[in-house]
């Protein structure tokens, strides 16, 4: 099979190697075994399950329709710019989301139904449609990928509920072949993947080919004003803007929106993007950048995921990320092109308050979960009458950053205590909370898990130089 792969990889894809351990990978998949891959940004991860998907099956003696890989993304962007691509190299790809009015997905259900496409593209939540569910049933999967597999791990740093439903999504399409993806898992953390997939740890090869990228420069410099943070920026602005585009990644939006002012002042053409603007606002920012008429963003961490900018020559964290994960997954944005590349983070020791109310704010604990549990099924009528914005303001002093009650009716929805995670099914309750969802050890134990991730971060700032990459990859389980 390694030559059809090779002549996929050449006539497909214009490559005529492979990289790191990508064929490893894909012969392992290839043959029906499953795998856990954990390669950097940049590293070629989606051939490892594109190929795969697209070497010929025998031709089914039955008229059966031709087999189908599917892969979860956590992102709608994400997932249309890959099919994009593949479309544009001539694979029969598609993507079913949330996106698509009712004509167009309606329109892709017939035809995935009907045996055309390769390769689908969807969210785990799309599982939740009984439409969906029914047109896979139609087809036969070889492989399912899930990418950005840290999604999946309740102690990852990005956690989605609905990600954790993976071994009830496989066992759905027939227990295929499984290949999940992801730049950044502590062993923790691929160890839980594997566990939530449903697999047994004999079962999945797994390829680690470290995080370190050689051309990204880290660098900490610490600061202790706004100010010093503005100079700082538009110092790396002005050394590197001719030679190509870069992210000032930012906590809040009321400092983006002041570090956005203070650099118009200066001259200095940029773009700001954040998960409050439209969602088409939010879209053309993203083509801007990626075409390369903005070539300056400044970011919440709601940019990047999907980002496949070869030229990025710097990445700036102006405020202390939340981990150690999230930080590494945003620099690693930077040089994929494999050029020289600036990673830096403005360390201000203040910064690190905003962080621990964050955490605060995206972990309710058993008490928490009782109160919501009391007010849905004991007064019902009243949070189904004045809505979801009354009952935050019974739960918690209203803050815009407190999602503790997103998180309470994700994870309800979860456990089947309620009929979904938003208006109007969150408000029917079809049974009583779990015993994990009343544990108070169970939510102690990952308040302390993000804090440490937090504090890891602060310990990253303080080592010297030399010693960044081999704290990274002791942290990530690499050495």
Request: aromatic share 8%; hydrophobic share 40%.
């Amino acid at each position: 099979m390694a030559p059809q792969h090779r002549d996929i990889l050449r006539q497909v894809f214009g490559y005529d190697t492979f990289r790191g351990c990508q064929e490893a990978v894909i012969e392992h998949v290839a043959s029906g075994r499953h795998a856990l891959v954990v390669m950097p940004t940049g590293g070629g991860k989606s051939l490892c399950y594109q190929i795969p998907a697209l070497v010929d099956a025998a031709t089914p003696s039955d008229g059966a329709r031709p087999e189908l890989t599917v892969v979860l993304s956590p992102l709608i962007a994400l997932m249309k710019d890959q099919v994009d691509g593949l479309v544009a190299r001539g694979v029969d790809a598609t993507f079913v989301n949330s996106s698509l009015g009712r004509e167009e997905r309606e329109q892709r259900y017939r035809r995935i139904a009907a045996g055309h496409y390769r390769l689908l593209y969807v969210t785990p939540e799309r599982f939740r449609k009984a439409a969906f569910r029914s047109v896979l049933g139609e087809r036969r999967v070889r492989l399912l990928a899930v990418d950005e597999a840290h999604c999946v791990s309740e102690w990852g740093h990005d956690f989605r509920p609905d990600y954790s439903r993976l071994a009830e999504i496989r066992e759905r399409l027939g227990n295929p072949t499984t290949i999940a993806l992801t730049a950044t898992a502590t062993r923790e953390v691929r160890d839980d993947i594997v566990h939530q997939l449903g697999l047994d740890g004999q079962e999945v090869g797994v390829f680690h080919e470290g995080i370190d990228r050689p051309n990204l420069e880290l660098e900490v410099v610490p600061v202790w004003d706004e100010d010093e943070k503005l100079e700082q920026i538009a110092e790396i602005v002005a050394s590197v803007r001719r030679q190509g585009s870069g992210i000032v990644y930012v906590t809040l939006i009321k400092t983006l929106e002041r570090l956005s002012e203070a650099l118009r002042r200066r001259g200095i053409e940029h773009v700001g993007y954040h998960g409050g603007l439209p969602r088409n606002r939010r879209r053309e920012i993203q083509d801007a950048f990626m075409g390369g008429s903005c070539p300056l963003v400044l970011a919440t961490g709601a940019f990047g995921m999907g980002v496949d900018k070869d030229d990025i020559r710097f990445v700036v964290h102006a405020e202390t990320p939340a981990s150690i994960e999230a930080y590494y997954q945003e620099v690693g944005r930077a040089g994929r092109d494999g050029q020289p590349s600036r990673c830096v983070l403005l360390y201000d020791q203040n910064d690190l308050m905003i962080q621990m109310q964050f955490i605060g704010w995206r972990n309710p604990d058993a008490e928490f979960f009782a109160r919501v549990y009391h007010f849905l099924s004991e007064r019902g009528e009243e949070v189904r009458g004045l809505g979801l914005e009354w009952l935050n303001e019974r739960l918690q002093r209203v803050s815009r950053h407190d999602h503790r009650l997103d998180t309470v009716l994700a994870l309800l929805d979860r456990h089947g205590v309620v009929a979904g995670p938003r208006p109007p099914e969150c408000f029917e309750v079809l049974g009583p909370l779990p015993p994990e969802l009343t544990d108070p050890e169970r939510f102690a134990e990952k308040l302390r898990r993000d804090q440490q991730r937090l504090y890891a971060l602060v310990q990253y700032a303080a080592v010297d130089a030399e010693e960044r990459k081999p704290f990274l990859e002791h942290y990530f389980g690499w050495r």
